[in-house]
């Protein structure tokens, strides 16, 4: 079955840097991989996603970007704020069946 | 709020019981999938449903199973409760379009402690 690995596990940044995070997959018939952001005691939310037939996606401070070829997608936010602390989640999924997650970065944006 | 309902929010249980979860998708949606997540722990992909079908399996214990209804809710059967299984079991749900996936939606989750 697939496997996604995520690091770092903990992310620590200055307010106003850029957070970066990293993910691998090793089914290639993966072809759809959201981003999820969890705070404590909440359910995860989408706040990013992206398909396999494109490489780049923005919505505001959020970015996804995706390597098919190195079966790996990363998730970059700019100008982070204290309120982009929580915990983020990769996954990869196969048409929208099963959907496998990474380990999770919590991340921690210093004011 | 998602809605995607689950209930209860939390339960408590012994060893060796059995217990039931229950989720509402949102409305119009037809994909329901179920989720456990430990403490400090990623999101286990346990199993999908499709318009009442089983579409996925993931890691999902053989002391599990899971249902789903012709009213689209779905619920989730934990039975022989081990201390291992005290988690946080979510439900998401989604359109589940033939011609790719979509968003899911999570619900609020229902905590389960076993004793």
Redesign the interface.
Same mark, same amino acid.
């Given at each position: 079955g697939e496997n996604v690995e995520q690091h770092p596990s903990t992310l620590s940044v200055q307010e106003g840097d850029s957070a970066v995070i990293k993910c691998t997959y090793s089914d290639s018939a993966s072809n759809y991989f959201p981003w999820y952001k969890q705070e404590l005691g909440k359910r995860p939310q989408l706040i990013i996603d992206i398909r396999s037939n494109v490489g780049e996606k923005k919505d505001q401070r959020i970015a996804v970007t995706l390597n098919k070829t190195a079966k790996h997608f990363s998730l970059h936010i700019t100008e982070t704020q204290p309120e982009d602390s929580a915990v983020y989640f990769c996954a990869a999924s196969i048409k929208g069946n099963q959907f496998y997650f990474g380990t999770g970065t919590s991340l921690t944006v210093i004011p | 709020d998602?809605g995607v309902t689950q209930t209860p929010k939390h339960l408590i249980t012994a060893t060796g019981q059995r217990v039931t979860l229950r989720c509402s998708p949102r409305s119009g949606d037809l994909?329901v999938?179920w989720?456990q997540q430990s403490l400090d +722990?990623?999101? +286990? *992909?346990l199993i +999908?449903y499709y318009n009442g079908e089983e579409?996925?399996? /993931?890691n999902i214990l053989e002391r599990f199973s899971a249902q789903q209804f012709p009213d689209l809710h779905s619920e989730l059967n934990l039975s022989s409760l081990e201390l291992g299984d005290s988690a946080l079991y *979510?439900c998401a749900s989604?359109v589940?379009?033939a011609g #790719? %996936?979509?968003? +899911?939606? *999570? /619900? %609020? #989750?229902t905590r389960l402690t076993v004793t």
């Open positions: - | 998602s994909s999938y989720y +722990q990623g999101l +286990q *992909f +999908q579409r996925a399996k /993931g *979510f989604s589940g379009e #790719g %996936p979509g968003e +899911q939606y *999570f /619900g %609020p #989750g």
